[in-house]
């Protein structure tokens, strides 16, 4: 087995980041090095401490956050009860008809007569009816005609032959 000299003035480094290299002849705007012999007491450098800092703190902020979805999921369930009207996460609503705890099964009825059965975690999201304005009465138009746009309501018909003549002039106008 061959063993390799190393070059002499040469350094085992552990860590060594340049944001410019004098070797290149490039302007040096900042050189940063980790110790390149150990200390005496085994001691720590900061580049290791820092690393376990950003570990610690990943890791607390992926707990919390997977706490707060626990709360939040085990308020929304606690909500459940036939007559609830819900929406799944896969987009179905419809209206909790009953519930089973022991096998997790929520039966929706989507439409009368229409009923599905689902996990009890597929159930997502508890759909608050809309609020109407007391204040506002609802009004119900005799017809249709105001819900027709302003500009539609004032114009005059066109004829059968102008509009055969229109339709005809459509086609042509892109040749």
Known sequence: MQHFARPPGSKRTALSISYACTEWNFPVFGHITAQTTTQPGGGIDIMTI???VMLGIFIFM?????????????TL?????PGVEVMTSFGLFGRIVSI???????VLELSPGNVAT?????VTKIVE?????????????DDASSL???ETATATPET????????NDEGKKDS
């Open 50 to 52: 820092l690393l376990f």
């Open 62 to 74: 992926m707990f919390r956050r997977n706490k707060k979805t626990r709360d939040q999921q085990a």
């Open 77 to 81: 369930q606690s909500q459940f009860e």
């Open 100 to 106: 089973d705890d022991d096998e997790n099964k929520v």
């Open 118 to 122: 689902v996990h009890r975690q597929a």
């Open 129 to 141: 009816p809309a609020v109407v304005g007391e204040d506002e009465p609802t009004v119900i138009p």
């Open 148 to 150: 027709a746009p302003e």
């Open 160 to 167: 059968p032959d102008e509009t055969l003549k229109r339709l």
